[in-house]
């Protein structure tokens, strides 16, 4: 995992999270040498977090959502 300094980050952070996406390895950014945050790329499939709970079991219909 890469390590950088939270000014680094700051002045360059287009270019590392584009780093960390098309390298999909994460960045460890640090102030005054401690751990601040950790920018890890995202998961390929967001979580179906109702599908993963009731599958099959829930359905909504358009008509609900409109109001």
Known sequence: ????????????????????????TPVLITKRGKPLAKLAPPDDK??????DVWPGRLRFSETWFRR
């Open 1 to 24: 995992m890469k390590t950088i300094a939270a000014g680094e980050f700051k002045a360059r952070c287009l270019r590392i999270m584009e780093d960390v996406r098309t390298k999909r």
């Open 46 to 51: 967001p979580p179906d977090i109702l599908g």
